[in-house]
């Protein structure tokens, strides 16, 4: 039973390393993000000719400087679709690992022994329950942030993105402690 509790600990080891990885992409969409939504701050006042002054003798100064605008943000666009991809990626890693520790507990033990715990360390069905858990977690986020990304676009108010943006920062369900407490659990007393 030890032993099958130790693949268990590799498993969510795995997991914290894809957790990992996770906080690395949130930092880079974020980054993107910001980017975006200074470029559409932008936008608003380059649309108004009275904000060239000066320049608007220039021909075509306006549409040029939306043009190269909208391009930056279309490759900014594409660069935070790619981070998305990566997202469903560790999410699907995420599940894979969810999966095959069920399918372990199938294989490699009983209904009961699942349930039985040796010492404080937990039972197998807690393990299978908090790597589901995880997954459920991280996919609920990833569908937050592909549905905040799709709603960003070149016509969205300044107000409308620095909520978003809030939304994005605050990763709202994911919560650090709720996912320290499943790795507690784990890895108790773990020597």
Known sequence: MEALVRKYQQKYRR???EMKRWDELQ???ISHFGSATSIIDRLEALREQKNYGGLSCVGGIKETLLGKQLETLER???AMKE??????SV????????KDACQLSRSESTPI???IKIGIKPSLADCVEGLKTIHEMYQSEYHLKVSLISALNWNTSSRDAAG????????PNIAKDEVEGIFGIVFAEES
Do not use: M, P, T
């Not at 978003?164 to 990763?171: A, F, G, N, V, W």
């Open 15 to 17: 997991v914290e390393g």
């Open 27 to 29: 930092s880079r969409l």
């Open 76 to 78: 900014i666009f594409s």
């Open 83 to 88: 981070v998305l991809k990566q997202f469903e």
């Open 91 to 98: 999410v699907a890693s995420l599940d894979k690992i969810s």
């Open 113 to 115: 022994s699942c349930q």
């Open 164 to 171: 978003l943006s809030q939304l994005l920062c605050d990763q």
